[in-house]
Structures are given as C-alpha cells and as structure tokens.
C-alpha cells in the first residue's frame, strides 16, 4: 500500500505540481469545488539554446541548463510558486 501510494503521489505531482497533489491526496480538492486564486504562469527558455548546444561540449551543456534551473527553480520556490515540468531548455512554473 506504501508502494502504491508513493506512486500516485509521483504522478500526481508530475501533473499537478507538489503543492495541488498533495491537496488532492488529503482529499481538500475536488472537481465540483473551485477557487479563486492569484497567479502568474511563468514560461523561461534560453535563448539561442540550439546553436550553444552544438558547438559546446556536452558536459559543459549539461551543467549550464543545471545552473539555470537551480537559478529558476529557486527564485520560484523563494516566492511559494512549484516548477511544473522542465521541458528541454525550458521551465514551465
């Protein structure tokens, strides 16, 4: 049961984010009930990400897109927003 419920919440936060699934797994959010709340999306991708790629070494690539999504991250986290996906170069929070 333990197993089960670890993954359950995995994907529920794969798809809603940390904070919306774990409302959902306490039973505090429904589909007949709505809220109101205040937000902003926020898309970031680095520019010129492409041709960087292909003419740096990918080790090199690799820790500059783990710079930029701790720096992203971070600056998400610190004002009580959740990273949603990380697609690519790109973050979804």
Known sequence: ALA?????SALLQAYLGQRSAAQVLA???RREVGES?????LYSDLRDFT????KT?????????NASFDR?????????????????DGVLA
């Open 4 to 8: 089960a419920r670890s993954a359950l």
């Open 37 to 41: 709340i205040r937000a902003v999306l």
């Open 72 to 88: 992203i991250a971070g600056a998400v986290h610190a004002f009580g927003g959740e990273v949603l996906k990380f697609i690519g």
């Open 27 to 29: 039973g505090r959010s």
């Open 57 to 65: 070494d990918a080790e090199q690539v690799v820790a500059a897109l």
């Open 51 to 54: 041709a960087l790629s292909e």
